[in-house]
């Protein structure tokens, strides 16, 4: 058996790391697209499909304690981060099965859904050219270009 390289990702990983929560992700850049539309658009994520928000590996998050995770239960652990952005809103869901890659069996996975949670969109004034999360004690915020969302906690 020869010895294989190992490939650079074409998305660098990043873990944000808070006091009571971290994350980690792989982080794309915007690089002129087009990000979110609706499908058919040529958007590079369609409204109403999941996605593993990030890229190569799903995101995974890490509650070092019991939480509350846009006002719902969450129990100490790391789950997977999926979300399904739509024009308004996004839907945010923690899913026990770890190891995803991307979020192309989340039917498969749906089962494991520990919680859902609806935020409105943001809009940034300025663009983020990279995908990017920041941990807060009392939130978990996400930001590309100029759209993101805020997903209020509390420990």
């Known amino acids: ?3 294989r390289a190992r490939k650079k990702p074409a998305s660098p990983h990043v873990t ?16 002129g697209r087009v990000l979110f539309g609706k499908a058919g658009s040529g958007s590079l994520e ?3 499909k999941p996605w593993r928000i990030g890229a190569d590996q799903a995101t995974e998050i890490t509650f070092k304690k019991d939480a509350t995770f846009g006002g719902k239960p969450v129990k100490a652990g790391t789950y997977t981060l999926v ?7 996004w839907t945010l869901i ?3 099965q770890l190891g995803q890659w991307g979020a192309y069996e989340y039917e498969k996975h749906k089962a494991k859904n520990v919680l859902e949670v609806k935020v ?12 990017t999360f920041t941990v807060k004690d009392t939130s978990l915020d996400f930001q590309w270009d100029k759209v993101g969302f ?5 420990f």
């Open 46 to 48: 369609s409204y109403g």
């Open 1 to 3: 058996m020869g010895i």
């Open 16 to 31: 944000t790391d808070g006091k009571n929560m971290s994350i980690t992700y792989g982080q794309p850049s915007k690089k």
């Open 150 to 154: 805020s997903v209020p906690v509390k």
């Open 94 to 96: 923690l899913n026990s």
């Open 83 to 89: 979300a399904i952005p739509d024009e308004n809103e």
């Open 120 to 131: 409105p969109n943001k809009n940034y004034p300025t663009s983020e050219e990279k995908l």
